[in-house]
């Protein structure tokens, strides 16, 4: 299906706005076969399901400590990355009842410091590899072939190590699927072959913390974090779809100070606060969230 494309300035429509005294949110967000938004609720330990259309929402539980990142496989199951809390992350695969039914562990090589595993993002190829970037933990990327081999790299290919790879994203656009890496505290997007060999990096002035990454025809879709959506086309432009309005310098960004405290921050509908996951319907729509205490989950056409 042709896609038209995203025109400015875009509609917003708040489909979720969390309670700051449930805690954070700090979550990715995917999309059902039956359209149902999925994405973590304000506090985590468990996931909203929520229907855009008639906004019921039902909650289930599920046995992660938070719901970074988020990818909905062909079959509906659900691919959590979950930094941790206190202990060691993990990746889980998921059906919609929220059982578990797969758990990646830290993939250690000889050099790598056990239990500093903090995965942020994962992305499905369609040959049956599970890309994984473990943002806050070693900033490294890993593969997890079909064939269950286990693959890491550095970054150190592109010339720069890889500092806080956030986001990870199959890119579809061309006529061969590769990876796409939100290299945030490089300021930068990076593309990879599936075999791993890199291919090229973007970096924009605009860009200035990468986080996550969702293709919507012939764009890439990324969150900055520091206030912004941008876009991404086929030649490696990059724009604003939505800019940013320097939020993050308020004081106590992403909330804000009562007194010494952190609460909920003053969002408005149509204003970015700290965009984080995002992702992209069959049909074009597109999804973020917002990390903050309580969070928000917002629909934009």
């Known amino acids: 299906m042709e896609l038209k494309p995203l025109t400015h300035p ?3 429509e708040i489909l979720f706005a969390g309670d700051w005294k449930d805690g954070w949110m700090h979550s ?3 999309v059902l076969s039956d359209g149902r938004v999925v994405f973590e609720a304000s506090g985590g330990g468990a996931l909203l399901f929520l229907n855009p259309t008639s906004r019921e929402t039902q909650r289930i539980e599920v046995d992660v ?3 970074h990142g988020i990818a909905v496989a062909s079959d509906d199951t659900i691919w959590i990355c979950d930094p941790g809390a206190q202990a060691p992350g993990q990746v889980v695969q998921i059906d919609i009842t929220g059982k578990i039914l797969r758990r990646i562990e830290q993939p250690i090589r000889s050099s790598d410091e056990a239990g500093k595993w903090r995965p942020t993002s994962v992305a499905l190829a369609d040959n049956g590899d599970i890309w994984i970037g473990d943002g806050y933990g070693l900033s490294l990327v890993h593969v997890v072939r079909a064939n269950g081999s286990i ?3 550095d970054g150190s290919a592109t010339g720069t190590k890889f500092d806080c790879p956030h986001g990870v994203a199959i890119d579809s656009r061309g006529e061969e699927p590769v990876l796409v890496v939100a ?4 300021k930068r997007i990076v593309f990879f072959t599936l075999a791993g060999t890199f291919i090229r990096s973007v970096v924009a002035p605009i860009m200035t913390s990468p986080s996550s990454i ?3 025809g012939k764009s890439l879709l990324i969150t900055d974090l520091l206030g912004a959506i941008l876009e991404v086309d086929i030649n490696d432009g990059v724009s604003a779809l939505i800019p940013t309005s320097n939020i993050h310098e308020r004081e106590g960004w992403p909330n804000k100070l009562s007194g010494t405290d952190s609460v909920g921050p003053d969002v408005v509908g149509n204003e970015l606060n700290s965009p984080h996951g995002i992702t992209v319907s069959g049909q074009g729509d ?3 969230t917002e990390w903050y205490l309580g969070g928000r989950a917002v629909h934009i056409s």
């Open 65 to 67: 400590a938070v719901s």
């Open 214 to 216: 969702a293709i919507r």
């Open 28 to 30: 990715g967000i995917g």
């Open 151 to 153: 693959e890491t790299f």
């Open 286 to 288: 597109v999804y973020f």
């Open 183 to 186: 290299d945030r505290s490089n």
């Open 10 to 12: 875009v509609d917003w």
